[in-house]
């Protein structure tokens, strides 16, 4: 389920983003709490025993693999490895906007495909209009606070088909 902080943010004073982070509740930390854990467990682990434990040899040896290891960070550019990233996130919500189902379209084509000037043909596009436009607010619904703050019950919902 998707935790939205538009309104929060929109009457966020001078503290109101470092709050906002800090919220538990759909938070990215919960998600990383763990990850970051172990990471510091093992960075501080590995200091522990570089400073107190290993003698000057060892020491030596130590930073020899660590100037091996960082070697192999320069093979492969960082900002190589993120093009391809942020080309793969602008391509899937390129592909999520064009899955967008926008009523102008249907509407042009119900517009020429739906014959008749007398009231019965009239009827069935206005119809046909309301039902598309319904639509595209039950999708817009699950998206957007702003239409689910316009139509937030079945009975505003139902006055727009009407």
Not at 76 to 103: D, E, N, T
Not at 130 to 142: P, W
């Amino acid at each position: 389920m998707t935790v939205t902080y538009s309104l929060n943010v929109s009457k966020a004073r001078l503290c109101g983003f470092a709050k906002l982070l800090l919220r538990w509740r759909g938070s990215i930390y919960k998600l990383l709490y763990r990850e970051m854990i172990i990471f510091c467990g093992l960075y501080y682990s590995l200091s522990a025993l570089y400073r107190y434990i290993f003698t000057e040899n060892q020491r030596t040896v130590f930073e020899k693999l660590t100037i091996y290891c960082e070697a192999f960070t320069n093979l492969i550019p960082l900002s190589f490895v993120l093009g391809f990233y942020v080309s793969i996130v602008v391509g899937r919500w390129w592909q999520q906007y064009l899955a967008i189902p926008w009523p102008d379209k249907v509407s042009m084509l119900i517009a020429a495909y739906v014959h008749g000037s007398d009231e019965r043909g009239k009827i069935i596009r206005r119809t046909l209009a309301r039902y598309l436009n319904l639509l595209s607010v039950l999708t817009f619904q699950s998206v957007s606070t702003s239409v689910k703050k316009r139509f937030p019950t079945w009975i505003m919902l139902r006055n727009l088909v009407l």
